[in-house]
């Protein structure tokens, strides 16, 4: 299907609902008990499926509403090789009991100083990986065989380029010295605008981000782009800490500032085909989130699109919902959108009956992000 015909249905659904002023207000809208849009089969271009009994307690979540998903490597021990790499999707699709005709898994790498170029660029041709992923070393969960420079990878990085694979790069730098709310900035300044500047065919996806300024930078090189997830689209670092610290919240990049979050919906609202949903969803069982150190990661795959939905409800921007999750993304890593449809519905009265935690077969609890959101949004397929 193609894209201005896409974009028209979303369009021509939302005015049969609201008239043809799209621009009205949302306090305006108080007479309608209902929205309603249809858009293709959305795709995560960033999740964390982990292993296990954990993989099969969240994989369904992924697979019943997304089609492509790209799934990180920073299992323990990371995955490598084309063969771990398949090895780990066989057991994704073993686990998951839905989407068998639509959920797709996309494959990545973990960018070692060890990894063999020879079968990253075989399990490229072969569509087993999709890109491989920067992590910077101790920066986040399962991050300790990482790198400190991506310069230190430029062998690896040029074949790459040869090949249009795509670096995925967790931007944040690890220096003690500097603020954790500065540290996206940071890194983007003295790792990755120089790599870009001196590589300037390497394809980087700027993923989950956080600050206006990784919107900048992705907007400055031509061959960056930037995935943006449903928590930083929708929480800023008050709601972290303003009325009783919440865990469940803590992640990393970590939440930002309030101004930083405007930037970020600005960009995602914008239709601009160089940002995209990336869900960076990543369970934690309570234990280790609800603890006096926790683990930085949201699990917000079940809800994220309903999240994202009311964020753009919020800004009277449901004609670009389908760019930003369906759309942009799929171009960008190049495929077609998806010829299945989701109908998203905002009821004006919220449902109560939403499930806040799932329990994996070993007994662990996982919180569940976007509650509220769900109470108001229902999706189906089409």
Known sequence: MAIGAIASMVSVALAEIFGPDLGAPAGTLG???????????PDDWHVHLRDDEMLDAVVDHTARWFRHALVMPNLTPPVTSTAEAQAYRVRILDAASVGADTFV????????????????????????IGGVKFYPAGATTNSDAGGTNLLDFEATLATMVEFGIPLLVHAES?????????????????????LLAYMPE??????H??????????????????????????????DILANGLRPELYCKPVINSAKNRRALVAAATSGNPKFFLGTDSAPHPLSQKEARVAKAGIFNAPYGLQVTA??????????????????????RYGHEPSDDELRLVRNQSPVDDVVELITTAAGDQVRLFGVAEAGRWSVTAV
């Open 31 to 41: 007479h309608v008990t209902s929205v309603e849009i249809v858009i293709p089969r």
């Open 105 to 128: 898994p996309q494959m990545t790498l973990y960018l070692t100083p060890t990894i063999d170029v020879d079968d990253l660029v075989a399990g490229w041709k072969d569509g087993v």
């Open 174 to 194: 690890t220096d003690p010295t500097l603020d954790i709310f500065d540290r996206e900035a940071a890194f983007l300044e003295q790792q990755v605008g120089p």
């Open 202 to 207: 390497l394809s980087v996806t700027v993923e």
């Open 209 to 238: 981000i956080s600050t206006a300024a990784g919107i900048d930078l992705v907007n400055e090189f031509d061959q960056a782009y930037g995935s943006i997830t449903p928590h930083h689209l929708s929480c800023d670092r008050s």
């Open 310 to 331: 009311e964020v753009f409800y919020d800004c009277d921007a449901l004609d670009q919902l389908a760019a930003f999750v369906s759309l942009n993304g799929a171009v």
